[in-house]
């Protein structure tokens, strides 16, 4: 299966998301902010990450524009994740792959996840 990194600040997000991926056979890495993904992707590289937008020291937007301008994360798919719908996100974030809705349905997520990975 792939490598996963899950960035939210939210521990409770973070677990559950951590928890179901693992079941489902990947390998996820963690990080409370862009600049711990960024430091957590340059060690291991990973298959597919997903972010929350709203965050302390590097939020979504900030993340995925660092990862599109460095070539060895460029094509690295990510789903953002927000409670702001999607349309005003759009504004202040691009380059992601897919959005989820914050709440979210976890299968959701899971298929989301196993489409983007392939997996």
Known sequence: MAVVLVVD???????????????????????????????????????????????????????VRAMRADPQLADVPVVMMSSIPEVTLAERALGYTAFVRKPFSIFAVVDLVAKLTGS
């Open 9 to 63: 600040d939210e521990f409770g997000i973070v677990k559950l998301l951590e928890e179901v991926l693992t079941d489902e056979g990947h390998r996820v890495l963690i990080a409370t902010n862009g600049r711990q993904a960024l430091e957590r992707a340059a060690k291991e590289k990973p298959a597919l990450v997903v972010t929350d937008f709203m965050m302390p020291v590097m939020d979504g937007a900030a993340l």
